[in-house]
């Protein structure tokens, strides 16, 4: 069962500040997932603005964001501050695209796979409407990043 929220915005789920927040709107969520959108355009981010494109390999930064979503709306929904997180690698990375290109609009999903202690792994993928990439990602968001900061 689905629980979308359409008048959330990433900038409320995200801890970043534009222009670095990428996403352009949640699409969908449930208790393990999100699903969310953007469209390339000449503000994007990453944008190679002499090709007009975005290079395939800032697809893993898109995925990252739409888990970043997902935390965001568990936060929310238990009344909490939204947490920062990290991205710490990803077992693969398959592309079946070169780039993310000008006025396309992807859909990118998140699945989440396993989580304990603040890892998680999630399943990712980019869509138009076809697979363009997809990645297991391996991120961690401790529960008090101040303290976290001071024992490195």
Not at 52 to 67: K, R, V
Not at 102 to 117: G, P
Not at 142 to 151: G, H, L, M, R
């Amino acid at each position: 069962m689905s629980n979308a929220q359409p008048n959330w915005q990433p900038e409320e789920l995200l801890p970043h500040d534009h222009p670095m927040i990428l996403l352009g709107r949640v699409e969908d969520y449930g208790a393990d997932f999100v699903a969310a959108s953007f469209t390339v355009n000449k503000q994007s981010y990453f944008l190679n603005h002499q090709q007009q494109l975005i290079p395939i390999w800032f697809g893993l930064e898109y995925m990252a964001q739409t888990i970043g979503l997902f935390a965001g709306i568990q936060h929310k929904l238990a009344n909490e501050p939204v947490k920062i997180g990290f991205l710490l690698g990803t077992r693969r990375y398959t592309c079946l695209a070169d780039a993310l290109l000008m006025s396309h609009t992807y859909q990118v999903r998140a699945s989440k796979k396993y989580e304990d202690e603040g890892l998680s792994v999630f399943d990712c993928a980019i869509y138009h409407p076809e697979l363009v990439a997809e990645a297991s990602i391996n991120v961690f968001q401790p529960n008090d990043s101040a303290e976290f900061f001071k024992q490195l």
